[in-house]
T-cell receptor
């Protein structure tokens, strides 16, 4: 069965620091990749997604992610974080690329941004 | 556009009872998926419905079931509740695999 690993469970950064959250998946076939964010007290929101094409994808709020097929990775980045980025971030994979939604999620990374 | 709406937001049930949760997807979305979120197991896929048919299923016991209506609204049912069923149940809708949009969830507590 496919799995998704997020290596950092808790990350603490100061405002304006750069962010990179790791995500690796285990599946040899074609995948659709996603990053979701859950702000305190709010529902899961889609940050960005990768289906095909340019491996560098840009999402909302200045986030971007790079798909590296050879490393089975889809790392999330932001050049300069803000206090409002404090949230939990989830990487997710859908192997049903021909149709269907069956997301496998990582365990999440809790990001705290300090002023 | 209205988002995904789940009702009720909170539920307290007793062991052995059954519960039905409801989900209204974003207008035009025909795929509805359900997930269970717990501190220990994280987010786990329950099942997906598309055009009133269960299209994909996760690894949950048969006590967990669902259905989808012709207007794409979906319900999820859990029978013979156990303490371990206490969780946040999330519904997500999608056009078809293009990225799921989640609701606020139903917080189920089994006592």
């Amino acid at each position: 069965a496919q799995s998704v690993s997020q290596h950092n469970h808790h990350v603490i950064l100061s405002e304006a620091a750069s962010l990179e959250l790791g995500c690796n998946y285990s599946y040899g076939g074609t995948v659709n990749l996603f990053w979701y964010v859950q702000y305190p007290g709010q529902h899961l929101q889609l940050l960005l997604k990768y289906f095909s094409g340019d491996p560098l994808v840009k999402g909302i709020k200045g986030f971007e992610a790079e798909f590296i097929k050879s490393k089975f990775s889809f790392n999330l980045r932001k050049p300069s974080v803000q206090w409002s980025d404090t949230a939990e971030y989830f990487c997710a994979v859908n192997i049903l690329t021909g149709g269907g939604n069956k997301l496998t999620f990582g365990t999440g990374t809790q990001l705290k941004v300090e002023l | 556009k209205a988002g995904v709406t789940q009702t009720p937001r909170y539920l307290i049930k007793t062991r052995g009872q059954q519960v039905t949760l409801s989900c209204s997807p974003i207008s035009g979305h025909r795929s509805v998926s359900w997930y269970q979120q717990t501190p220990g197991q994280g987010l786990q896929f329950l099942f997906e419905y598309f055009s009133e048919t269960q299209r994909n299923k996760g690894n949950f016991p048969g006590r967990f079931s669902g259905r989808q209506f012709s207007n794409s609204r979906s319900e999820m049912n859990v029978s013979t509740l156990e303490l371990g069923d206490s969780a946040l149940y999330l519904c997500a809708s999608s056009l078809d695999g293009d990225g799921a949009f989640f609701g606020q969830g139903t917080r189920l507590t089994v006592v």
